[in-house]
């Protein structure tokens, strides 16, 4: 069974900076995309980055240039470095891989997320 496990999460200031880390465990063959969605207190769930298995990067509007997302296909695993925070990025963050191929299916997977609570 594949198992996505977020860490990094927590209190940060505006300002500074934070480092998610996802890993992906189990019986992996190949993996898509990998990247991370966030989910704000009363609002839905959206997409903060993203990252092929050849390195393409889509980023939301409101972190270009901010954020920076990076993978490691070898041991599927998939970071994301926030850089100057602001309140605004305060949520829920979310890993995903998308099309992971295992010995009985190909799906996608998420994590349970991790809260980001970046402080004014």
């Known amino acids: 069974q594949v198992q996505l496990v977020e860490s990094g999460g927590g209190l940060v200031q505006a300002g500074g900076s934070l480092r998610l880390s996802c890993a992906a465990s189990?019986?992996?063959?190949?993996?898509?995309?990998m990247g991370w969605y966030r989910q704000a207190a009363g609002k839905q769930r959206e997409l903060v980055a993203s990252i092929t298995s050849g390195g393409s990067t889509n980023y939301a509007d409101a972190v270009k240039g901010r954020f920076t997302i990076s993978r490691d296909n070898a041991k599927n695993t998939v970071s994301q470095q926030m850089y100057s925070p602001k309140p605004e990025d305060t949520a829920v963050y979310y890993c995903?891989?998308?099309?992971?191929?295992?010995?009985?299916?190909?799906?996608?997977?998420w994590g349970r997320g991790t809260q980001v609570t970046v402080s004014s």
């Open positions: 995903y891989a998308d099309r992971v191929r295992t010995v009985i299916r190909t799906t996608d997977f």
């Open positions: 189990g019986v992996i063959f190949s993996v898509n995309a």
